[in-house]
């Protein structure tokens, strides 16, 4: 439970798959476990290209997101594929990590604070899933074409859908701000420094 909120938020192994009895070396589509051993057993990983999403969360919701694929039912992302359908759906948190894209401006071994939706958008009636991530920091640009590595760390919500869109905006808001906080607390400030540690081991 968050100081001065009464949002409680969970760590990943805690409770943010529904099915926590999965093989922890996937490696196809855009989803896999972390083999480092500091880091593995307490996040989810999501690794891929950036793309175009709906082009809602800047221009609508003033909360730019960056969206990656969703493996598919091929044979080479099946793994993964069946992985994500057993997730639950909804609001999570973590850190993030843009590399290999043309963005002089972007550090690419910076870890970064990011909250992010995993669902259908039941306010906008999506029929297809999404992942998409919200860098808790300004850019002046999107980064289109960048790699976007994702640790989940943390859950803060089931999805659902709102009233208004000044609600889901309310709702986002918050959503960031408990993120911030629980970013900041233990057990997920250590998990960072591992993170930061590992980043700066690998040559980009």
């Known amino acids: 439970l968050l100081p001065g909120c009464k949002t409680t938020v969970y760590a990943y192994n805690e409770s943010c798959s529904s099915n926590s009895n999965g093989d922890s070396n996937h490696t196809h589509g855009t989803m896999q476990h972390s083999?480092?051993?500091e880091i593995s057993n307490k996040c989810m990983?999501?690794?891929g290209p950036v793309i175009e999403g709906f082009g809602r969360g800047g221009k609508l919701l003033n909360c730019p997101t960056a969206n990656i694929p969703i493996p598919t039912s091929n044979e080479n992302e099946l793994d993964a594929y069946n992985h994500l359908k057993n997730m639950s759906?909804?609001?999570y948190f973590g850190y993030c990590r843009i590399s290999k894209?043309?963005?002089a401006a972007i550090d690419p071994s910076a870890i970064r604070n990011m909250v992010m939706s995993i669902g259908w958008n039941p306010f906008f009636q999506n029929t297809e899933k999404t992942i998409e991530a919200h860098v808790l920091e300004r850019f002046e640009h999107d980064f289109y074409g960048a790699y976007l590595q994702l640790w989940v760390v943390g859950y803060i919500r089931p999805e659902?859908?709102?009233e208004s869109l000044d609600a889901l905006k309310v709702a986002i808001e918050h959503d960031c701000q408990?993120?911030?906080?629980a970013l900041?607390?233990?057990?997920?400030?250590?998990l960072r420094y591992s993170l930061v540690k590992q980043t700066h081991e690998i040559r980009i």
Request: aromatic share 16%.
């Open 45 to 47: 990983v999501f690794q």
């Open 101 to 103: 894209g043309e963005f």
């Open 35 to 37: 083999h480092d051993d």
């Open 178 to 181: 408990v993120a911030r906080e």
């Open 89 to 91: 759906t909804g609001i």
């Open 184 to 190: 900041e607390m233990e057990p997920f400030a250590s």
């Open 160 to 162: 659902r859908n709102f």
